[in-house]
T-cell receptor, first 115, second 114 residues
Framework: GNSVTQMEGPVTLSEEAFLTINCTYT??????LFWYVQYPGEGLQLLLK?????DKGSNKGFEATYRKETTSFHLEKGSVQVSDSAVYFC??????????????FGGGTRVLVKP | NAGVTQTPKFQVLKTGQSMTLQCAQD?????MSWYRQDPGMGLRLIHY???????DQGEVPNGYNVSRSTTEDFPLRLLSAAPSQTSVYFC?????????????FGPGTRLTVL
């Protein structure tokens, strides 16, 4: 079956540091890949996505590139802020299956940015 | 446009009690789903619906029922609550069942079963 593996946290950084969260996946065919973010006490919201190989998703200074050859979708941000403290989830949907909008999530990575 | 709304925000149940978690969306979305979030396990799919009158099971459906009588509403029923159902529950919706579609999540319901 499909699966998503992401680095365990917590990741603690200082403000303006570089952030990388690794994400690798196992899936049949060509899944769509997502990063969702969950701020404290809130639901999940889409951060960025990529729907085909070599696509780069970007939003709010975050970027991730869909690498089919390494089955990866690593999240990066060049200079984090305290407001980026949250839990980040990597996820995929499998377009081969019917009802292809079913999301498979990684375990989440908690990021804490200190001033 | 309220997006996806969920009620209640918090709930405490005793083992064996039943209850319904409410979910509604005002975006005329075709696809709706329920996930549970447990520490270190990400979110796992409980049930989903591709349109009114159509539902199907996800990864962890046991102990839960759903129905979809309207496009807007997708309630989740716990038939006989168990401590293993202590979790945070999220409802989500998407415009279509297409795999690349963005899904929108509600704020969650934190459920404790004693």
């Amino acid at each position: 079956g499909n699966s998503v593996t992401q680095m365990e946290g917590p990741v603690t950084l200082s403000e303006e540091a570089f952030l990388t969260i690794n994400c690798t996946y196992t899936a049949t065919g060509y899944p769509s890949l997502f990063w969702y973010v969950q701020y404290p006490g809130e639901g999940l919201q889409l951060l960025l996505k990529a729907t085909k190989a070599d696509d780069k998703g970007s939003n709010k200074g975050f970027e991730a590139t869909y690498r089919k050859e390494t089955t990866s979708f690593h999240l990066e941000k060049g200079s984090v802020q305290v407001s980026d403290s949250a839990v980040y989830f990597c996820a995929l949907t499998d377009p081969i299956k019917a009802a292809g909008n079913k999301l498979t999530f990684g375990g989440g990575t908690r990021v804490l940015v200190k001033p | 446009n309220a997006g996806v709304t969920q009620t209640p925000k918090f709930q405490v149940l005793k083992t064996g009690q039943s209850m319904t978690l409410q979910c509604a969306q005002d975006m005329n979305h075709e696809y709706m789903s329920w996930y549970r979030q447990d520490p270190g396990m990400g979110l796992r799919l409980i049930h989903y619906s591709v349109g009114a009158g159509i539902t199907d099971q996800g990864e962890v459906p046991n102990g839960y029922n759903v129905s979809r009588s309207t496009t807007e509403d997708f309630p989740l029923r716990l038939l006989s609550a168990a401590p293993s159902q202590t979790s945070v529950y999220f409802c989500a919706s998407g415009a279509t069942s297409g795999g690349g579609d963005t899904q929108y999540f509600g704020p969650g319901t934190r459920l404790t079963v004693l």
